[in-house]
C-alpha cells in the first residue's frame, strides 16, 4: 500500500501546463516542471518554443541568456541554440560538436495554456491534453490566474476533489452547511473520476445568489450543483451553479439558471511545489467584461484561502514525518483520482523484464 | 545533455550473426532494462590488452525486448580492440554496461525524414525507421549503402518497415556511391540523420554543407573507429622531451603518449571535443584527421591534430604538446 501523504511521484508521460498563454512572449522566461529546469519563448512566428533549461556545456541555466531573433545565446560563453535546441555557434572554433544539443520537449498552445510534455517525446499526442475547452470558447467568458504553491500537487487535487472544505474554507462566499450535508456519488473510469452533489430547494449562497440575480432577479430557492471531474494526472474541472427550484436542473434543463466552470490544472514543479493554474468561466452575462474581472478577483481571493491550508498542510506533513492521513467517506474522489496517477507512475516506471 | 554513467551488471543473452562480420549480441541487465528514444547507445566497459576501457554501442530497435538490450559489433580487423573483444563474448558472459543515453535525438516535429547509413552506421537507424513509421505520419526514406547484401545486417527488417522507401546501394555491384544522390530524397524541411564510416560522413556532411539546406537539419553520430586510411604502427618524436614513441595499430596516439608518461589534455575520446589536439612540427607520411573538431580547411593546414583519434599513415610524425615547463 502506497503512502498517501507522502505519494509525491508524478507521471512524466502527460501534458503539463507551463504558462498561460499571454506568459510567453518572444523574450526568455524561466520555469520548473517536473523538476526539470525549462526554457520557454514563443518565436516570431508566434510557434511556442520549449528547451531544457541548461546549456550543453557548462549547465547555466539559457533564460539567464538571450534571445536573437529565434536563437537563444547562452548568458556565459555565448553557445548558440535553434529553436530545435541544436547548437549552432561555439565560440573559437570553426566546427560545432555534433553532440551539443538541448533537449526540446514537444509543446502546444491551447485552451489558452502552453503545455509541455516532459517525457518520451514519441508518446506525446495532443490529443491527450486535457480537456478546458470553456477557457476558449466563445459562449463562455472567464479567465484565471496562476499560483504557485509550497506544496505536493496532489494536495491541490485533493483539495478540488472534495469541496466539503468550502463549508469551512470558504464560509463567507460559496460554503455552507448544504455542502457538508447534501449527499454525492463518486464514478470512476480508467482515467478519470468523477464526483457530483445536488443540493436541492436551498437558499443559495451570498456568492450564487449575485449571480443568478445577474440573470434573473429573483429570492426563490434553487437547486446548487457541483460536478468535479478529474482528467488524469492533474486536472479537475468543476461545474458548478444553481437554477430556480423546480425548473428541471437535475434532469438536465439548466436554462432557468446560472452555470460556470471552475477550471483547474496543477503542475508539478518539485515533490514540495507546483504551480497551479486556475480559471472561472461562465455561460451567463458573458458579455460583460467588468463581471470576469470581478469573478477572477474573488475567484483570486477564495483561492487565497485554499493556499493558506495547503501550505500550512505541507509543512505538517514534514514535521510529522511517520505520520499517515486518515481518509473519510468524504475522500472517494481524491482516493480514486490518486490511484488513477499511480498506475500512470507505474506503468511509466516499470523495467522492461 | 551529458550524464554521469551508473554502471550494471548484465549477461549476454543471445548471439546472433546478422551478416559476414556483424555480431548481433543482446544483454540482459540483472535488474531489468530501462526504456530509452531511439538513437541511443550505451557504454560497455571492454578488456583491452588486459586494461578496461569504454566503447558505445547503438541500441537497435525501439525498445528493450525480454528486459535486454540489442546491440551489433561489426569485427574490424583494424579496430582498436573493442571489437575484438565484444566478439569473444559468450552466451551467459557478465559484463558491465551503462544505462542509455541519448546524444542522437530524433526531432518529432518533422514531417519528411532521410536516414543516411554506411555500413554498421545502420544501428541507431534501424529503430528510428521503425519508431518513425511506428508513431508518425511522417514520410521517411532510408539510403543503406554498403559493400553487398551479405555484409550488411537487417536487410530484410528494414525492407519489411520502409518497403520501396529503402534505397539500398551495393558498392561492390553499383560501385561508389555518388552522394549528391541524396538530394532526390530531401528538401528543405527534411531531417536527415546520417551514421556510418567517417569518409562517407564526410563526404555527405560536405555536399549537405554546400546545398541551400539548413546546416541544422542534418544530425550525425560519429564513433570515432574509422580514417581514410587503415591503422598502422608510427612513431611520434617530440624534440621538447627528447623522446620518440611508438604507436601500435591497435592503439590511439592519446593512449600511447599517457603511456610514455607525456601528459595530454583530453575529453571526449572520439574528436569532437578538441581539448586533446597537438602541434604537428613534422610529419613523413599521410596524417589521417579522423576527427570532427578541425574543419576541413584546418585539416589541409596540418598544423594540429587531435590525439585521441588521428593517425599517421605511410611515414612518422613529430610533434609538440602544451607542456612548457622544466624537461
Known amino acids: 500500500m502506497q503512502s498517501f501523504t507522502i505519494n509525491e511521484s508524478f507521471p512524466m508521460n502527460a501534458w503539463y501546463a507551463a504558462a ?3 506568459e510567453v512572449k518572444n523574450t526568455l522566461l524561466h520555469r520548473k516542471v517536473c523538476n526539470k529546469p525549462i526554457l520557454l519563448y514563443r518565436k516570431k512566428d508566434g510557434t511556442p518554443v520549449a528547451l531544457e533549461d541548461a546549456c550543453w556545456h557548462r549547465l547555466l541555466p539559457l533564460s539567464k541568456g538571450k534571445l536573437k531573433n529565434d536563437t537563444v545565446v547562452c548568458g556565459y560563453h555565448g553557445l548558440e541554440y535553434n529553436s530545435d535546441g541544436r547548437c549552432t555557434h561555439m565560440p573559437s572554433q570553426e566546427t560545432i560538436n555534433p553532440s ?103 437558499d443559495p449562497p451570498p456568492f450564487w445568489k449575485s449571480q443568478l440575480n445577474k440573470k434573473i432577479k429573483t429570492d426563490e430557492k434553487v437547486d446548487r450543483w457541483q460536478i468535479i471531474n478529474f482528467q488524469a494526472p492533474c486536472t479537475v474541472t468543476i461545474d458548478v451553479g444553481v437554477a430556480l427550484t423546480g425548473t428541471g436542473a437535475p434532469e438536465g434543463d439548466r436554462s432557468q439558471g446560472v452555470n460556470g466552470y471552475v477550471l483547474n490544472t496543477i503542475t508539478p514543479m518539485t515533490s514540495q511545489t507546483c504551480m497551479y493554474f486556475w480559471a472561472f468561466s461562465r455561460n451567463y452575462n458573458i458579455k460583460d467584461q467588468s463581471n470576469t474581472t470581478e469573478l477572477r478577483d474573488g475567484v483570486s481571493r477564495i483561492f487565497f484561502q485554499d493556499e493558506i491550508i495547503l501550505e500550512a498542510q505541507q509543512i505538517a506533513i514534514n514535521e510529522n514525518p511517520n505520520r499517515e492521513f486518515y481518509n473519510l467517506n468524504i475522500d472517494a474522489g481524491a482516493m ?11 506503468a511509466e516506471q516499470q523495467k522492461n523484464q | 545533455m551529458r550524464f554521469r554513467n551508473n554502471w550494471i551488471d548484465a549477461k549476454v543473452s543471445a548471439i546472433e550473426d546478422k551478416a559476414n562480420n556483424v555480431r548481433q549480441i543482446t544483454l540482459k541487465p540483472i535488474d531489468g532494462a530501462e526504456p530509452f528514444t531511439v538513437g541511443s547507445h550505451i557504454d560497455v566497459s571492454v578488456i583491452i590488452n588486459d586494461k578496461p576501457e569504454i566503447r558505445s554501442y547503438s541500441l537497435i530497435g525501439t525498445q528493450a525486448t525480454e528486459g535486454a538490450y540489442t546491440i551489433a559489433v561489426k569485427r574490424l580487423e583494424a579496430s582498436r580492440g573493442g571489437s575484438k573483444y565484444m566478439w569473444t563474448l559468450e552466451v551467459d558472459n557478465q559484463i558491465k554496461i551503462s544505462q542509455p543515453s541519448n546524444h542522437f535525438e530524433l526531432n518529432y516535429g518533422v514531417s519528411d525524414y532521410l536516414l543516411i547509413a554506411g555500413g554498421i552506421g545502420i544501428t541507431p537507424l534501424v529503430g528510428m525507421a521503425e519508431e518513425i513509421k511506428k508513431k508518425n505520419q511522417a514520410t521517411v526514406n532510408m539510403i543503406y549503402v554498403g559493400v553487398n547484401p551479405a555484409e550488411m545486417p537487417y536487410i530484410d527488417r528494414l525492407k519489411a518497415v520502409l518497403g520501396n522507401n529503402l534505397h539500398l546501394h551495393f558498392s561492390d555491384i553499383d560501385g561508389l556511391y555518388e552522394v549528391n544522390r541524396i538530394f532526390e530524397l530531401a528538401n528543405k524541411n527534411t531531417g536527415v540523420y546520417l551514421c556510418g564510416p567517417l569518409g562517407f560522413m564526410n ?15 542534418l544530425r550525425y553520430e560519429t564513433f570515432g573507429a574509422s580514417g581514410l586510411f587503415a591503422p598502422q604502427t608510427f612513431k611520434v618524436k617530440l624534440p621538447r622531451f627528447n623522446r620518440e614513441i611508438e604507436v601500435a595499430e591497435n592503439q590511439s596516439m592519446l593512449k600511447a603518449l599517457e603511456e610514455a608518461g607525456i601528459d595530454v589534455m583530453y575529453d571526449c575520446q572520439k574528436g569532437e571535443c578538441g581539448l586533446c589536439q597537438v602541434n604537428i612540427l613534422e610529419c613523413t607520411g599521410d596524417i589521417d584527421h579522423r576527427d570532427f573538431f578541425f574543419s576541413e580547411k584546418q585539416k589541409k593546414q596540418n598544423k594540429k591534430m587531435c590525439a585521441c583519434v588521428s593517425r599517421v599513415a605511410n611515414g612518422d610524425l613529430v610533434i609538440d604538446t602544451s607542456y612548457r615547463g622544466k624537461v
Not at chain 1, 502552453?114 to 480537456?131: E, F, H, Q, T, Y
Not at chain 1, 468550502?166 to 463518486?186: K, L
Not at chain 1, 480514486?336 to 507505474?346: L, P
Request: with cysteine; glycine share 4%.
Open chain 1, 100 to 202: 551539443a544539443c538541448v533537449r526540446a520537449y514537444p509543446v502546444v498552445q491551447k485552451y489558452r495554456y502552453v503545455w509541455v510534455w516532459m517525457g518520451n517525446p514519441a508518446l506525446a499526442d495532443v490529443a491527450k491534453i486535457p480537456d478546458l475547452h470553456w477557457n476558449d470558447d466563445p459562449d463562455w467568458a472567464g479567465d484565471g490566474k496562476m499560483i504557485e504553491v509550497k506544496c505536493n500537487y496532489r494536495l491541490v487535487v485533493d483539495n478540488l476533489m472534495d469541496l466539503t472544505h468550502e463549508t469551512f474554507v470558504h464560509s463567507e462566499s460559496i460554503g455552507d452547511e448544504h455542502v457538508t450535508e447534501a449527499p454525492f456519488d463518486v464514478f470512476h473510469d480508467d482515467n478519470t473520476a468523477t464526483v457530483s452533489r445536488w443540493m436541492l430547494g436551498i
Open chain 1, 336 to 346: 480514486w483520482a490518486r490511484r488513477i496517477t499511480d498506475k500512470m507512475v507505474e
Open chain 1, 20 to 22: 498561460w498563454d499571454f
Open chain 2, 203 to 217: 563526404a555527405i556532411r560536405k555536399a549537405w554543407e554546400n546545398s541551400s539546406f539548413e546546416n541544422t537539419n
